[in-house]
């Protein structure tokens, strides 16, 4: 389907509809998601400490609430082992690493354009001034 249909059939219609990966980019872009689970995917299982020290400006409110989320979602499996003292590991589900190739051809694309999206900005600015 060309653009101009595209954009016709989606016209007035509820944006989830228009653009079916909204959902998606709510869940797995929202501001700490990514690192978490770039960390996970990296660095394997993880206790909480672990991983506030490899994402260093996360509080550890916000990481604990990123954490539920993304378990509640299955991106993320939480091990409780009852020992003394209680340890707590994350990792990354096979859900959450089904995301991989998602983020290895992101990675990919900020290599070769983020260079250009910042010339971009310059230019913008320095022709607003």
Not at 76 to 104: D, K
Request: proline fraction near 7%.
């Amino acid at each position: 389907m060309a653009v101009k249909d595209m954009r016709a059939a989606t016209a007035g219609t509820d944006p989830e509809v228009a653009c079916p990966i909204g959902p998606v980019v709510d869940i797995v872009f929202s501001r700490w998601t990514t690192p978490i689970l770039w960390s996970l995917h990296t660095h394997g299982r993880q206790r909480f400490v672990e991983l506030e020290r490899r994402i260093a400006r996360i509080t550890p409110k916000v990481l604990t609430q990123r954490l539920r989320q993304l378990e509640r979602d299955g991106l993320v499996v939480r091990t409780y082992h009852p020992e003394v003292p209680p340890r707590v590991e994350y990792e990354i589900s096979e859900l959450g690493r089904s995301l991989g190739p998602l983020f290895a051809h992101l990675a990919e694309w900020s290599a070769d354009n983020l260079e250009k999206v910042e010339q971009s900005r310059h230019d913008y600015d320095a022709d607003s001034a």
